[in-house]
């Protein structure tokens, strides 16, 4: 299983940028996490299998939208009205097999696959 993500990039406050990750046939919940330099790293948002259920951080809620495009495999995590503190390394992950296609998983102990960071860089 991979994963790409993509879309990473330099950004001023207030500025959007989105976030691709590409998971190809891969139907599971998706994540987004990031973990900006010396902080552990954090949950952004996820996507559950069937695209009926998001959750978010609430640093994140209101300014950042998960999607799903089934035909292109891909996740897109929309950034808007950026902030300094957006900063970090931006990770994608595909959660484990789970029945209910309305599962939606916050913790990272939930994930099974990750792809590759891509780095945000908000600049005030």
């Known amino acids: 299983v991979q994963l790409q993500a993509s879309g990473g990039g330099l950004a001023q406050a207030g500025d959007s940028l989105r976030l691709s990750c590409t998971a190809f046939?891969?139907?599971?919940?998706i994540g987004w996490f990031r973990q900006a330099p010396g902080k552990e790293r954090e949950f952004v948002a996820v996507l559950s299998r069937g695209g009926g259920r998001t959750s978010y951080s609430d640093s994140v809620k209101g300014r950042f939208t998960i999607s799903r495009d089934n035909v292109e495999g891909t996740v897109y995590l929309q950034m808007n009205t950026l902030k300094p503190e957006d900063t970090a390394v931006y990770y994608c992950?595909?959660?484990?097999?789970?029945?209910?296609?309305?599962?939606?998983?916050?913790?990272?102990?939930?994930?099974?696959?990750w792809g590759q960071g891509t780095q945000v860089t908000v600049s005030s």
């Open positions: 992950a595909a959660a484990y097999p789970n029945p209910s296609s309305s599962y939606a998983p916050v913790q990272q102990t939930s994930y099974a696959y």
């Open positions: 046939g891969l139907n599971r919940a």
